[in-house]
T-cell receptor, first 113, second 116 residues
Framework: DQQVKQNSPSLSVQEGRISILNCDYT??????FLWYKKYPAEGPTFLIS?????DKNEDGRFTVFLNKSAKHLSLHIVPSQPGDSAVYFC????????????FGKGTKLTVNP | NAGVMQNPRHLVRRRGQEARLRCSPM?????VYWYRQLPEEGLKFMVY????????ESGMPKERFSAEFPKEGPSILRIQQVVRGDSAAYFC??????????????FGPGTRLLVL
């Protein structure tokens, strides 16, 4: 039972354009969401997070949007750069439980020069 | 300001041997988490520890796997009598002792375990 789903295994965009990565979740108890970026043979690197009391959080080129009614969040990267090419993981944690993160399977982003 | 450290980075074991994976959290962090990533999969939670306490081990296999985070020293994930299915990347993460509503976990580089 996959509680966090990233339905696009891969995404390819042109340098300078917008990258939109999507994530859906099923557990209504999730109240904190994070995006991590991962290069091969490295650990995930924290990118940006959002609490369920917000619907948007922005940090430089990265913006995360949360739609609680649809149980959907998205990560926007604009403008996209070749160095953004990596696997992006969406993760969530639930109130009232331990601090464990539930991850999606990831989306491999390729930004072409 | 060193990040989360894990060693070894690569570990090769034969079936039936023991594997010990070490994790040193970031300075000031007292919460440690272990995750496992199988090929083409996301990271799966295994265990959450604070100093000398296991808080949540709901993701740990019932047998052969154990974890500890002693008062002094790194956290250890121990896999006894390894099997080929244990081959995976094992990641450790740490977070500071703060209110959970704004908690962020920071990951180490991982240990890639290969069981022959």
């Amino acid at each position: 039972d996959q509680q966090v789903k990233q339905n696009s295994p891969s995404l390819s965009v042109q340098e300078g354009r917008i990258s939109i990565l999507n994530c859906d979740y099923t557990n209504s108890m999730f109240d904190y969401f994070l995006w991590y970026k991962k290069y091969p043979a490295e650990g995930p690197t924290f990118l940006i997070s959002i609490s369920s009391i917000k619907d948007k959080n922005e940090d430089g080129r990265f913006t995360v949007f949360l739609n609680k009614s649809a149980k959907h969040l998205s990560l926007h990267i604009v403008p996209s750069q070749p160095g953004d090419s990596a696997v992006y993981f969406c993760a969530a944690s639930a109130q009232g439980g331990s601090e464990k993160l539930v991850f999606g399977k990831g989306t491999k982003l390729t930004v072409n020069p | 300001n060193a990040g989360v450290m894990q060693n070894p980075r690569h570990l090769v074991r034969r079936r039936g041997q023991e594997a010990r994976l070490r994790c040193s959290p970031m300075k000031g962090h007292s919460h440690v988490y272990w995750y496992r990533q199988l090929p083409e999969e996301g990271l799966k939670f295994m265990v959450y520890l604070q100093k000398e306490n296991i808080i949540d081990e709901s993701g740990m296999p019932k047998e052969r796997f154990s974890a500890e985070f002693p008062k002094e020293g790194p956290s250890i994930l121990r896999i006894q009598q390894v099997v080929r299915g244990d081959s995976a990347a094992y990641f450790c993460a740490s977070s500071p002792p703060m209110r959970r509503s704004q908690e962020t976990q920071y990951f180490g580089p991982g240990t890639r375990l290969l069981v022959l």
